[in-house]
């Protein structure tokens, strides 16, 4: 398996009134060439924040990297400058977004948005451009990979005239227009009905196979993530807590938030869902010391608050990061 | 009489109300540190604050902090007339003799007990209006109150208050009531627009279901929702208002000799230049510090607004 | 058990242009028929443009109907708010989708929950403030949260404010309109086993209406299935879960996440939607669903088809159980009252 993607100890944290929002904490992420990774955690997990700096997007004046490395194809992206960076960004990695009505300008024309991506990432090499293509030919085969009807008169059209579903595929078409080695798709049709969303999942899946591309997605839904990816990470307050294959990991869930969260989801099957996880999110300006679940863990101990719980391999590409499973898989 | 239908089980945990209202010191001074640490992030702003502050500390406290607080009014010393600044008089006197930095701080009396009286009555009213005609859009009430609002505001400003006031016998109250009448309609259309939308969230939808009184609605729901762009508008209106004023005082229509006004002393001054040119430009130099004190005032506001 | 609310013949369209022929109706409410009794708690799934929200908007009063009947305990409230009398607002209640909306960011939780308490005398007013502590402890906030404002708490708590305001006035009955959509899942795990509790305790009757079919497994007692406008499916829990009959039905569960093996082999085989779901303003004939249907057949493009009791409590609009029914049995073209 080669390592496309190696986020390494990343703390990121955000300036406020009263000192800095310490959300990411020590964050260990690997995406191997072809592999579809999926990302699950709750709201203020960290989990778009982590995507942001991959792609260096944090906001300047209030953001600030603390610690740590993001490795992608042999170069640290958090040394990287100007050219190098604009490289990776236009031709290495690309991001769709949660909301497709905000990710699209709404006063130019979808085919205006799709030249302009194009055209600024033109290379020889790695542009799908082949000799003689101009860029809308690129641009109407992009709409056509992804599944668009119609094509010509969309290039056309508005975004504010498309429905939720297409606006979200004329994303995704702006992302595979250059081949791209890795996609971060962030909550892809959270917002859309759940047959469409089905459609959008499914696209995503079969251009990642064709393209050999690999994925990063983003969801705060377990289901999604079991069907739609090959490994998954739990992510909870700025740290992982728990990877295995996808399999793997709803076969035998190990960390008490995986559990939590399990037995949490409604269940086709009925019979009630549990009354959630007690407790609330850490205070980022404050966090605990230790293992920043702990407050809310049933089954936390006097080691779990002295220091962050490194992740412990329980075999079978299962990690965890709780102290339960310290001395390689036994609790 | 208390109407309970169903039979409810209740199990109070805190029989002796161990909860405790934080004291308004507290919730007033923590506001107050949260709303400097935004504001003071634009440095051009805290300058326009400080400015604003030290103009109105100077115009109340005007006979106590100015040198010679005598020439405010009808006084001549023909000694000392049409004197270049110096040590004795900072900014000079004019040809009676009289200090104008004195003046000016006096004059400044008149300028912001102008703005302040033009925006305590011209703003509820523009509010008020602008609150119904934005919660009953599309009816008639809508209608009469916005194009009225719009003929108001066809007019420009400066030329309606000078036909106002030059029919009137020529005083600072007269302006007043002249700036006051067209200075409410772009309040009008300011909270309109807010009102309007506003009055299809849902928490005001949840207020009419459960049968709130439309004044109700009007003031305790939409109104706290509008107000943050009113303040800051009014901020920036101050600003505005003094140049009006200042407007009306240069053509003669405002204070009277001998009260000291802005705009009547840069008039004064101006057929003296270039001789006694300390005579207009402190004076006109004192407006637009003035102005842009408040207008860096009102950006500011308007940027912490926006950032959230 | 009587039936609270009874909807006959519900029809609500707006108006949304003009053409030569006359105005342009967009069918958000489509002749719908259904009872829901005390106690119970009703669900009602659909996609965007089902119409379910705006079923749930007209019996509170937000729009009038354009045809059709509504009684609430026997009491008629085919109108909207203005006319209506002023027990009505307080016996039902709304928890909307968005807490950050449908509470005033301007105004303290205790300004929140002492309207309703004000406006229909709940208690008297001297103990109006212990009224209040008692509500937030029923949702399981505390006390002094009765001073904070709303943007400074999050998004379950919001929730959880404005579930302690619909409880505020003492209602029977409460529309819950896709109430924990924006939330995390072990939040809505843990508000989903509040509303139940609540329900037990108040003996509340719950409208409750979500996208979410999982949701509405662990929700409901009996299920309504909408598209464009129409019910297309309505049986018990168990029954709309277990053996889906309608091909809408079928589809969506056949699309949705799971998250075990045992919800898997729940589900029906799995159906490729094809297409975009039409505009409510564009309505095609013959059964609204036939773009979209993997089992359609010619009689579908030209017939509506009439909602059909299958099986006792077992309703469904399709026109393939049109011939369930033996002969000489005759096709019952609307939901009759018990």
Aim: some cysteine.
């Amino acid at each position: 398996m080669d390592t496309l993607l190696d986020i390494q100890d990343l703390h990121v944290w955000y300036r406020v009134y009263g000192g800095y929002l310490k959300v990411l904490n020590g964050v260990n992420f690997t995406v191997n060439k072809g592999e579809r990774v999926g990302l699950v955690g709750e709201a203020g997990c960290g989990k778009t924040t982590t995507m942001k700096t991959i792609l260096r997007i944090l906001p300047d004046q209030v953001s600030k990297i603390a610690q740590g490395q993001i490795w992608f194809k042999g170069q640290d992206i958090l040394k990287m400058s100007g050219g190098a960076l604009q490289n990776v960004r236009s031709r290495g990695i690309a991001m769709i977004f949660q909301d497709p009505t905000s990710a699209l300008n709404p006063v130019f024309s979808v085919g205006e948005q799709l030249s302009d991506v194009i055209r600024y990432s033109l290379d020889s090499r790695t542009s799908r451009r082949k000799k003689g293509q101009t860029i809308k030919q690129v641009a109407m085969q992009a709409l056509k990979e992804v599944s668009m009807p119609d094509q010509e008169r969309i290039m056309g059209t508005y975004p504010i005239q498309l429905s939720g579903g297409m606006r979200q595929r004329v994303c995704i078409s702006m992302a595979i227009t250059t081949s791209r080695e890795l996609l971060i798709a962030d909550e892809p049709g959270t917002s859309l009905d759940v047959t469409i969303q089905d459609q959008i999942l499914r696209l995503l899946h079969e251009l990642v196979k064709q393209h050999n591309t690999s994925i990063i997605l983003i969801t705060h839904s377990l289901g999604v993530a079991r069907e739609m990816t090959d490994r998954i990470y739990v992510m909870y307050a700025g740290t992982m807590v728990e990877t295995a294959r996808a399999s793997e990991l709803f076969a035998n869930p190990l960390h008490p938030y995986t559990l939590g969260l399990l037995a949490s989801v409604p269940k086709l099957t009925g019979g009630g869902i549990a009354r959630g996880i007690p407790g609330r999110l850490p205070d980022y300006l404050n966090p605990p010391a230790g293992c920043r679940f702990s407050p809310r863990c049933t089954r936390s101990m006097p080691v779990c608050e002295l220091s962050p719980p490194p992740f412990f391999d329980v075999g079978n590409e299962h990690k965890v990061g709780c102290y339960l499973f310290q001395g390689n898989g036994h609790e | 009489m208390p109407t309970v239908n169903q039979d409810q089980k209740i199990q109070s945990s805190t029989p002796n109300n161990q909860y405790r209202k934080p004291s308004t010191r507290v919730i007033l001074a923590e506001n107050l540190r949260k709303f400097w640490y935004k504001f003071s992030r634009n440095k051009l702003s805290v300058i326009g604050l400080v400015v604003v502050l030290l103009v109105i500390l100077a115009a109340i406290l005007a006979p106590w902090v100015t040198p010679y607080p005598q020439h405010a009014s009808a006084y001549v010393d023909f000694d000392n007339a049409s004197q270049a600044p110096s040590s004795r008089f900072l900014m000079g006197t004019d040809i009676f003799g009289r200090d104008i930095l004195t003046r000016i701080v006096f004059a400044f009396q008149g300028a912001l007990w102008m703005a302040f009286l033009v925006l305590i009555i011209s703003v509820p009213i523009g509010v008020l209006l602008g609150l119904i005609a934005g919660y009953y859009k599309n009816t008639w009430i809508d209608t009469l109150i916005m194009r009225i609002t719009d003929i108001f505001l066809a007019i420009p400003p400066l030329i309606l208050a000078l036909a106002i006031a030059s029919v009137l016998t020529p005083n600072l109250t007269n302006a007043m009531i002249a700036v006051t009448v067209m200075w409410w309609p772009w309040y009008t259309r300011l909270v309109y627009g807010m009102a309007s939308s506003l009055r299809n969230e849902y928490f005001v939808i949840a207020a009419e279901l459960t049968g709130a009184s439309k004044a109700h609605i009007l003031f305790r729901e939409i109104l706290p929702n509008c107000l943050s762009p009113v303040f800051t508008k009014m901020a920036l209106d101050v600003g505005w208002v003094i140049l009006i004023g200042a407007s009306l005082s240069f053509v003669g229509l405002g204070e009277q000799p001998p009260t000291p006004a802005l705009g009547q002393m840069v008039s004064d001054g101006a057929r003296y230049m270039p001789d006694l040119w300390w005579y207009t430009v402190f004076p006109a130099l004192a407006i637009i510090v003035v102005i842009l004190g408040f207008n860096l005032t009102g950006d500011g506001l308007r940027d912490m607004l926006e950032q959230r | 058990m009587n039936d609270i609310l009874q909807i006959k013949n519900l029809k609500k369209y707006f108006i949304v242009g003009k053409k030569k022929e006359g105005p342009i109706y967009l069918r958000a409410v489509d002749n719908v028929n259904l009872e829901i009794r005390e106690v119970e708690t009703f669900g009602l799934v659909g996609e965007s443009g089902s119409g379910k929200s705006t079923i749930a908007y007209t019996v509170m009063g937000m729009y009038k109907p354009t045809a059709g009947e509504m009684l609430f305990k026997g009491e008629n409230i085919a109108m909207d708010i203005s006319k209506r009398p002023h027990h009505l607002k307080k016996e039902l209640q709304i928890v909307f989708q968005d807490p950050g909306s449908s509470l005033n960011p301007r105004r303290s939780i205790r300004q929140i929950l002492e309207l309703p308490l004000r406006l229909h005398n709940v208690v008297p007013a001297n103990q109006i403030e212990d009224k209040i502590v008692e509500l937030l402890e029923k949702v399981e906030l505390p006390p002094d949260y009765m001073y904070k404002s709303t943007p400074s708490i999050g998004g379950g708590e919001k929730q959880m404010v404005a579930i302690a305001r619909a409880l505020a006035a003492s209602p029977s009955f409460i529309v819950l309109d896709e109430p924990t959509s924006a939330l995390d899942v072990s939040v809505q795990a843990k508000i989903i086993n509040k509303l139940l509790d609540l329900q037990q305790e108040l003996n509340l009757t719950y409208l409750f209406i979500t996208h979410d079919l999982s949701l509405m497994r662990n929700m409901a007692s009996r299920v309504a299935i909408m598209y464009l406008g129409r019910i297309c499916e309505l049986a018990t829990a168990k029954e709309f879960f277990e053996e889906p009959l309608h091909p809408y039905t079928r589809m969506l569960l056949s699309s949705i996440p799971t998250v075990s093996v045992e919800e898997d082999l729940m589900k029906p085989k799995k159906v490729i939607s094809t297409g975009e779901i039409p505009s409510p303003v564009d309505i095609p004939p013959g059964c609204s669903f036939h773009s979209r249907c993997p089992e359609k057949e010619s009689r579908c493009l030209k017939d509506d088809p009439e909602m059909v009791e299958v099986k006792p409590g077992h309703w469904v609009r399709c026109h393939q159980f049109a011939y369930q029914l033996s002969a000489g049995e005759q096709p019952v073209p609307s939901l009759e009252m018990r």
